[in-house]
């Protein structure tokens, strides 16, 4: 991230750098948000730049959520965001729904973005399915409430995976059309920020497809609440062809399935995928899958023990959520009321 932070193109010049990211609490933490969005959390907070970081509890209703299993795994999360390294003194740690800052901000984001902006997200198409008539209305407006939680605080990069690109493209794109519609430079053109071996982590079932909690079966991904015992079998499971990992990364181009367990395996041992293959080459994965399943539990195990650990105390999660909530709020309340200015809202 540091590279990107720190090459921050023209148009943001007049901006402090600052970061912003979310996660749904809508299922079990896994691999893929782990590598792809928690740990780089985690490690980017050493770099001494405000961050921001968000359980959008609001996004996750966009698909029904029953209440109390909602409200649990809001604070599992939290838990997970902790017990994977983000500060909750040093970074900012809140849910979504205790800023009303994020919905203001969208609404006058809705009224922003085109129709035909939001029918082209990819994601909304494959979340919505063949009956996009039955999806709710929220599902189709949810990029525009994710502009808002960008926005609202300003924030000039965006850790994300792979999957969230389209996404922060319309971020852009909604913060270009309102700069030109009110004739103002107010808003930051957003830098996503999608680095690292593992931004795209994909399922242990199907090299073509990515790690997501919604596929219904668990052997396709490692849960962060998963014990020692069923990471190792979920790897020494993972599908993969028959052939030893070759000598050069080239030589992964036509194996999705190799090529995502080298990848994890960088991205868990903080080493690039040349680096891996440079050291494991011509190992048969009766070989390396035992390497990555020691190496999955002695960085994952300590994790989801925290988590339990911290789950026991959920009045203390609460009061960070709270306090979270608050220094949030103290960022956000004067950019909405500079948005409504613009707009042309009375204040009085
Ligand atoms: P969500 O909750 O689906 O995922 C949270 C983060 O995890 C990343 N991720 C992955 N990375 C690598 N490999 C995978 N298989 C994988 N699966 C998930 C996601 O890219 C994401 O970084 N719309 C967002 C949440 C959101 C948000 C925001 C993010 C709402 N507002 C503002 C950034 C900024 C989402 O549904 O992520």
């Known amino acids: 991230m540091s590279d ?13 750098p600052r970061v912003f990211s979310g996660i749904q609490p809508s299922g079990n933490l896994h691999l893929g948000n782990y590598l792809g969005a928690l740990k780089r959390f985690a490690d980017a907070q050493e770099q001494g730049i405000e961050s ?18 909602l409200a649990r795994a809001t604070r599992e999360l939290c838990a997970g965001f902790i017990a994977a390294g983000v500060d909750p003194e040093k970074s900012i740690l809140f849910n979504q729904s205790q800023v009303p800052e994020h919905t203001q901000m969208a609404w006058i984001f809705n009224c922003v973005a085109r ?26 407006a949810y990029p525009a409430l994710m502009a808002a939680d960008i926005l609202v605080y300003h924030a000039t990069h965006v850790p994300v995976g792979e999957d969230q690109k389209q996404h922060l493209e319309l971020t852009r794109d909604i913060a270009t059309k309102f700069n030109h519609d009110y004739g103002v430079d107010f808003f930051p053109i957003t830098e996503p920020v999608i680095e690292g071996a593992a931004t795209r982590v994909m399922s242990f079932r199907d090299g073509t497809k990515k790690m997501s909690k919604s596929d219904p079966s668990d052997m396709s991904r490692i849960n962060l609440t998963d014990d020692a015992d069923a ?60 390497s990555l399943a020691d190496l999955a539990v002695a960085k994952l195990s300590p994790i989801s023990t925290e988590m ?3 789950m026991q105390d959920q009045g203390e999660i609460d009061r960070i959520l709270g306090r979270g909530a ?3 709020r103290e960022i956000a309340t004067p950019i909405l009321q ?6 042309g809202m009375i204040r009085s």
């Not at 035909?116 to 709710?136: E, Y």
């Not at 041992?269 to 035992?290: N, R, S, Y």
């Not at 500079?338 to 707009?343: G, L, N, P």
Request: hydrophobic residues 40%; neutral net charge.
């Open 52 to 69: 921001i970081y968000c359980m959008v509890d609001l996004h996750a209703i966009t698909v029904w959520q029953d209440p109390a299993d």
């Open 231 to 290: 990471i190792a079998k979920k790897i020494r499971k993972a599908k993969t062809d028959p052939d030893p990992l070759p000598d050069s990364l080239e030589g992964l181009q036509d194996r999705p399935e190799a090529m995502n367990l080298v990848n994890i395996y960088a991205a868990l041992a903080d080493l690039t995928p040349e680096q891996v293959i440079a050291e494991h080459a011509g190992q048969q994965f009766g070989t390396f899958k035992p």
């Open 326 to 328: 608050e220094r949030a």
């Open 338 to 343: 500079k948005t409504y200015d613009i707009v």
């Open 4 to 16: 990107a932070v720190q090459t921050q193109s023209t148009p943001n010049a007049a901006f402090t």
């Open 115 to 140: 129709m035909g902006w939001m029918q082209r997200m990819t994601q909304f198409k494959d979340k919505a399915g063949k009956n996009a008539q039955n999806a709710s209305l929220g599902l189709f």
């Open 308 to 310: 339990s650990r911290l």
